[in-house]
Each structure stands twice: as structure tokens, then as C-alpha cells.
């Protein structure tokens, strides 16, 4: 994984963890209001997943 999309996913990742706490949302709140897992939120907050552009459109 090159540095750059390293960089990217942690800001990602950071940010919307900043906006959920900023939202007093749970992960799994954000989830089910994102319609995706639990798993999903968590993925991406910790850097081990990018979602498609289309999983969070709701």
C-alpha cells in the first residue's frame, strides 16, 4: 500500500471517528444509519478498509 493512500485512509479514518464522537453516535448508530455493519464503521476508523463510494450514500 503505497503512502500516500496510507495517509488518505488515516485521515479518513480520524475524521470520522472526530464526527461520530461530535455526533455522540456509537459505531454501530452510525452503522445502521449508514446501512452498513457495524464491522464496516470499525474497519474504516481503523484504517483497514475504504468503502466504496456508493456504501455510504444513503
Not at 496510507?6 to 455522540?24: F, H, I, S, T
Amino acid at each position: 500500500m503505497g503512502s500516500e493512500r496510507q495517509e488518505r485512509m488515516k485521515v479518513l479514518g480520524e475524521r470520522l471517528r472526530a464526527l461520530r464522537a461530535k455526533a455522540d453516535l456509537s459505531g454501530a448508530a452510525l452503522a445502521q444509519g449508514a446501512r452498513v455493519g457495524q464491522p464496516a464503521v470499525s474497519k474504516v476508523e481503523s484504517r483497514r478498509m475504504v468503502p466504496a463510494p456508493m456504501c455510504w450514500n444513503t
